[in-house]
């Protein structure tokens, strides 16, 4: 059997209309993305795009929008404890869930609501 799959190249996260500023606080200014230019055929759609090492996070506005609440991306990071003062200190509650073997991980959920989770390899 043939392995099609190589990697992920970008999560869409959905957000209310008018919310590109809010993302940007979040993604950008407290989880450190940097923001990308959407190509120029896309940007009459709202939203805005992030990209962290070779994974993008594009931001894409939903008109009937309702956020994620089970699915979710997992990002991996560096000074999990860090991550998670920052984001207290910013007003996002933390939630806990049962341990994974080998990594440390928290839940939160992003200005729209959308349930986030942090990992930390052990």
Known sequence: MSTFLT?????????PKGS???ARAFYGEI???EEILKPEN???RGGCWF???AVEVHIGIQPDFMPAKKAHPGFTVNAL????ERLQEAG???S???PIEGRSRFFTHDPFGNRIEFLELE
């Open 31 to 33: 989880l450190g993305m």
């Open 81 to 84: 404890e860090q991550l998670r």
């Open 92 to 94: 996002y509650p933390i």
């Open 20 to 22: 590109e500023d809010e």
């Open 51 to 53: 990209k962290v090492g």
């Open 7 to 15: 990697g992920i190249d970008h999560i869409q996260i959905a957000a």
């Open 42 to 44: 896309l940007q009459g």
């Open 96 to 98: 806990e869930e049962p």
